[in-house]
């Protein structure tokens, strides 16, 4: 993505990059400020730093954002449900090494914003997350331009794996089958039970209470259930008599709190939600202002993750 729109970053926004560091599980920390061959990242083979700054073997990420010389870090590691782990390290030690923080991972939201974006402000940095919800579409920006608006709830369809599931057992396929055609979409989580069982919903969930109702919220307090006990033949009995399931994320402010679920519903042909099928997803927010708004984002690509990242970077380098 970054490849792909490098005319556009340099001439309309005055932003030029060079990637000075990759880092994975298994490829390791590899730096280098002279810059990596961006095409080699992509296909996984960056090779290891040439420059004396980093000849040394890096082993942690301090060191590793040291030797990159990192302004920006783009942290996409896999979800941690349990505790955000190690994203909630990668972005701290970013922020306290003076770099802006841009992920999709929505681990540290839930388990860490609080903290991660006091720590941005104090250094004067930002800690940007959009694509953790919706794939990019700016839900968490649009808020930043609805100031002092009241959010009192929400409804959605925030996990597309169980979505695709849910419309091709519709169509006929059993749930194996089902699953395979998500993970071979690539939009699975890395773990694919964190879907099935409604954990990356109720991340997304608590994701949204935490940030834009301002009520941090715990996983444990999201009644939440999956669709690991729906069969196909249910799946699609509801579907022929026109009251299809949905795996649904809902939240609604209360006098103490916080209210909020996730869990498979039937829902009438007539509910715009019975409409978003496969790996489209759909959001409806409750404000004092507007009584309801509604997004939906129909069909996207991986690319649509990576551009909310994208997006973020500008954000965090130009606003
Ligand atoms: N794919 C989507 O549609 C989508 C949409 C929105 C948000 N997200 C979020 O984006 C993140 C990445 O998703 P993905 O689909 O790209 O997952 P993925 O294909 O499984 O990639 C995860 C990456 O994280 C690395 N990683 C995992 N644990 C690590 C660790 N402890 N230390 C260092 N690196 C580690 C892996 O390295 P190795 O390969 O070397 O193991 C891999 O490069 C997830 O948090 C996901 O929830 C994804």
């Known amino acids: 993505m970054l490849l792909d729109r490098e005319h556009e970053l340099r ?24 810059g990596l061959d961006p095409q080699a ?5 960056p090779s290891r730093a ?7 073997k890096l082993t942690n990420i301090h060191d590793w954002l040291k030797a990159a010389r990192t302004d920006v870090l783009f942290e996409a590691t896999a979800l941690n449900v349990e505790s955000g782990q190690p994203a909630v390290d990668h972005i701290r030690a970013a922020l306290e090494h003076g770099a802006h923080a841009i992920t999709a991972n929505k681990g540290p939201i839930v388990h860490a ?11 004067g940095k930002r800690f940007l997350f959009e694509s ?13 331009q609805l100031p002092v608006i009241h959010l009192q709830g929400f409804h959605g369809i925030l996990n597309s794996t169980t979505n695709v599931i849910l ?9 194996d089958e089902s699953l395979k055609k998500a993970q071979s979409l690539g939009i699975a989580e890395t773990d694919a039970t964190h879907d099935i069982d409604g954990w990356d919903a109720a991340v997304k969930t608590a994701a949204l ?16 259930e999956g669709i690991r006990n729906l069969s196909a033949e249910a799946v699609r009995a509801a579907r022929n008599e026109g009251r299809p399931y949905k795996l649904i994320c809902r939240a609604k402010r209360e006098k103490s709190g916080v209210t909020a679920t996730v869990r498979p519903e039937q829902l009438p042909l007539t509910d715009p939600m019975a409409q978003i099928t496969g790996t489209s997803s759909y959001i409806y ?10 997004i939906t984002e129909e069909n996207p690509g991986l690319y649509a993750t990576a551009y909310g990242m994208l997006a973020d970077f500008v954000r965090a380098t130009t606003i």
């Open 41 to 45: 990242c992509v296909e996984r083979a």
């Open 285 to 294: 927010f409750e404000t004092d202002i507007f009584p309801g708004l509604a």
């Open 167 to 175: 419309s091709e057992m519709e169509t006929g396929l059993s749930f």
């Open 50 to 56: 040439k420059s004396p700054e980093s000849d040394a």
């Open 209 to 224: 209470v935490t940030v834009l109702m301002d009520i941090p919220i715990l996983l444990e307090e999201i009644n939440r």
């Open 11 to 34: 001439e309309r926004h005055g932003i030029s990059f060079r990637i000075t560091g990759v880092a994975t599980r298994h490829l390791g920390w590899i730096a280098d400020p002279n």
């Open 113 to 123: 914003y609080r903290k991660l974006r006091d720590l941005a402000a104090a250094r």
């Open 132 to 144: 953790t919800v919706m794939d990019g579409v700016p839900i968490f920006s649009l808020f930043h």
